[in-house]
């Protein structure tokens, strides 16, 4: 509540503006939070802005390189809280798409999430493929020629 009101004083997130250096960035879970509570006053501003505090620490690098994600518990709480189609959603949909998945944190995540989730994958390959360029415009002969090395 704290960092919400200071936000609507200073129009700025002081709190979240470390750069995260651990493992797991700490700030997901406040701004999940505090997102949460702005969508319960309906503050458009204060949900774009931890959207953009999202995106930020997600773009930071760890120690050894990779990108920082939500935890499942994080991606949970969300869930929980928000509508189907909500922007915060979306984009930890997204995330999730670039991250590899272990079949523990499939177990943590909401069935919704998981829904979303392949319902985005569905359609990301509906657009890098054409319809045509599938296995039953293709047939069996397509994939047997590439068993036997010919184009």
């Known amino acids: 509540m704290n960092d919400y009101l200071e936000f609507i004083h200073t129009d700025d997130l002081s709190v979240l503006s470390d750069k995260c250096t ?15 509570f702005a969508e319960k006053l309906q503050d458009l501003e204060c949900k774009k802005a931890l ?5 930020s620490h997600i773009l930071e690098r ?3 390189g990779k990108s920082f994600a ?14 189907g189609g909500d922007p915060i959603r979306v984009l930890l949909v997204d995330v999730r798409k670039t991250c590899k998945i272990t079949i523990e944190q499939v177990r943590d995540l909401p069935n919704e999430f998981l829904e ?11 657009t890098m493929r054409p319809r045509e360029d599938n296995f039953f415009n293709k047939g069996a002969q397509y994939y047997m020629d590439k068993v036997g090395g010919s184009d």
């Open 51 to 55: 959207i953009q505090r999202l995106c």
């Open 70 to 83: 939500p935890e499942c518990s994080v991606v949970r709480k969300i869930y929980q809280a928000t509508a």
């Open 62 to 64: 760890r120690q050894d």
């Open 116 to 126: 979303d989730l392949i319902k985005s994958f569905q359609a990301s390959m509906d």
């Open 22 to 36: 651990a493992k797991r960035c700490t700030h997901f879970r406040t701004i999940a939070e505090l997102y949460i």
